[in-house]
């Protein structure tokens, strides 16, 4: 079934892209016929294809249940990217004390020997060894005050150390950012721009039938004084919603257009 | 089927002014938008190109009047628009009576125009126009098949230059591991001569064969168009350059082997020590050191016989 002009010519198959082209075919231009044209790029699309088909398939492929799945091979025509190569981002302050220092990372193991149960205990999580909570007693130094809690102060220490970590890890953040090798899943100001490409949440502005609804002024529209509409709960909270921004902005709004109406009312 | 990085992917990064970068670039996206006038061919052709591309394409459906792709000035517009919808190439149909029918393909680096290829249709035949079974028809998102045909596709600058971008253009999603038995789409260009490119949109149907390899069958689904190169831009080299770029993959460590016993090993290769052309060392102090230990050893003895004497 193999046509034999197919297996004397050389194509060039790239698998990466799953591309086949062959560089030694003239069209003729006896070919003037569309059809016969058509016929015959069909004809040779064919044996391409095949000629693809043949090293694709032959691939070691794994059994997934929607099909044979193989690893394609990276493609051999270069693409020129979209954007520019992403930053490495710079090392933290550990990071570069460390490598003053010669200090290496040492791998923890999950499961660490405690003494005091004689059990294998996590190192973090629950049931933990060390854990703060489990140490009963504390004795007295020479240097305590008295009426000083020491559990209250290992618990302060704590997160004096936990606060002083966060600062720092913020650092660090701010310190890519300018680089500009931040992480994607991060964005160091609460109201930065988004991520542009993604669908991000846009921050919406309030449409008018939305601040209305929450301020109750719809429901004082209906006939019951909105005392049977749905947003009632809504509309008990009125005077918190007040002193959200966007809402006093509007409200700000219609008040001025109420002066601005009872000065022309005047004059 | 979303397109979109996650959101919580730590190892990609974000610039600032916030758009993600991949080490690897996976998924481009397209621009379809027309200019001023537009022909019924066009219109079609232009929708034709959104369907093929439904998941990743954002097309514009008002006409846009200050785009003038190969004029120095004419091109930020087009840039804007990249930046605002994250796409990276470009389809821009318009119509003249200088340039009936005319595309214009482009493509962004950073969003900025990085190379644009200008082509007339002609002989266009829209995807509706074609019957087969129904049964056939490619799925969306689907990886296709390159085939391209003839010799201009090397000798002609413009032609090398279009084959570069339709590849870009239908390659669909950079994928390292893919589905058999999703293969169903084939892009059949033909240069038939040094300036035009039949193209053709085929189904493919995987026939069974004696061996593991099926047999190819094509059956064609549209749209067909015959591409005239009008006009094109390359890359300026410097830009060129820094968009080839690949991530640099670390370097293999040279002598280092793993020993499942004695962990990392290295072996220590010791130049010829040549002895015999060694000078002797002038080594003051140790001779010093020598000859003070032998006169005390001298002495010593002497001690020893005048005492037994």
């Known amino acids: ?267 | 089927m979303p397109c979109y990085p996650s959101l919580f992917a730590a190892h990609l990064r974000v610039d600032n002014v916030g758009t993600i970068l991949e080490q690897v670039e996976t998924n481009k996206k397209t621009l379809i938008l027309h200019g001023t006038k537009t022909s019924a061919v066009l219109n079609s052709v232009l929708s034709d190109i959104y369907h093929l591309k439904r998941d990743n394409a954002v097309k514009y459906t008002k006409k846009n009047d200050n785009i003038r792709p190969f004029e120095s000035g004419g091109e930020t517009s087009l840039e804007f628009f990249s930046l605002k919808t994250d796409c990276s190439l470009i389809v821009y149909g318009s119509h003249s009576k200088k340039r009936p029918n005319n595309l214009v393909l482009g493509r962004t680096y950073d969003h900025h125009i990085y190379d644009l290829v200008e082509i007339g249709v002609e002989n266009y035949k829209s995807m509706e126009s074609f019957v087969y079974d129904k049964k056939l028809a490619p799925k969306l998102g689907s990886k296709p098949f390159f085939a391209f045909i003839g010799e201009h596709f090397e000798s002609a600058e413009e032609l090398k230059h279009l084959k570069e971008v339709l590849l870009d253009l239908f390659k669909g999603e950079v994928v390292e591991n893919l589905n058999l038995a999703g293969v169903d789409r084939i892009y059949v260009c033909t240069a038939v001569s040094p300036t035009t490119v039949y193209m053709m949109h085929c189904a493919l149907r995987l026939k069974r064969s004696g061996t593991s390899i099926p047999r190819m069958e094509l059956v064609e689904v549209g749209p067909s168009m015959d591409l005239v190169v009008r006009r094109h831009r390359l890359p300026v080299e410097s830009l060129r350059k820094e968009a080839m770029k690949t991530v640099e993959h670390a370097k293999k460590l040279k002598n280092v082997t793993k020993d499942p016993i004695h962990g990392r090993l290295g072996k220590v290769y010791m130049p010829d020590q040549e002895v015999g052309k060694l000078t002797l060392s002038n080594d003051v102090k140790g001779l010093k050191r020598e000859r003070r230990e032998a006169k005390k050893n001298k002495e010593h003895s002497k001690k020893q016989k005048v005492n037994s004497e």
């Open chain 1, 1 to 267: 079934m193999t046509d034999p002009i197919a297996a004397t010519s050389n194509y060039e198959v790239d698998l990466g892209n799953l591309m086949a082209y062959d560089p030694s075919h003239h069209v003729t231009a006896a070919a003037s016929n569309r059809a016969e044209l058509r016929e015959a790029c069909l004809q040779k699309a064919t044996e391409l294809a095949q000629a693809v088909a043949d090293v694709l398939f032959a691939l070691s492929p794994n059994e997934d249940r929607d099909g044979p799945i193989v690893r394609l091979p990276p493609p051999a025509t270069r693409l020129p990217r979209e954007k520019h190569l992403p930053k490495p981002k710079p090392p933290t302050k550990w990071e570069q004390f460390a490598k003053m220092k010669g200090i290496t990372k040492h791998k923890k193991n999950k499961r660490e020997w405690d003494e005091q149960t004689k059990s294998w205990k996590r190192t973090y999580g629950y049931d933990r060894v060390n854990d703060d909570r489990d140490i009963p007693i504390i004795e007295a130094k020479a240097t305590d005050e008295p009426g000083v809690d020491p559990f209250a102060q290992r618990t302060e220490e704590k997160k004096k150390r936990v606060e002083k970590q966060e600062k720092n890890r913020l650092e660090n953040l701010k310190r890519a950012a300018k680089v500009g090798a931040l992480p994607s899943h991060i964005q160091l100001a609460a109201k930065a721009l988004p991520i542009t490409g993604i669908k991000a949440d846009l921050p919406k502005k309030s449409r008018k039938e939305d601040l209305e609804s929450v301020a109750g002024m719809a429901s004082t529209a209906t006939a019951s004084g909105g005392k049977f509409d749905e947003s009632y709960l809504v509309r008990n909270l009125q005077s918190i919603l007040a002193n959200i921004e966007s809402f006093s902005l509007w409200l700000k709004e219609k008040e001025l257009v109420a002066k601005r109406n009872s000065n022309m009312t005047k004059s």
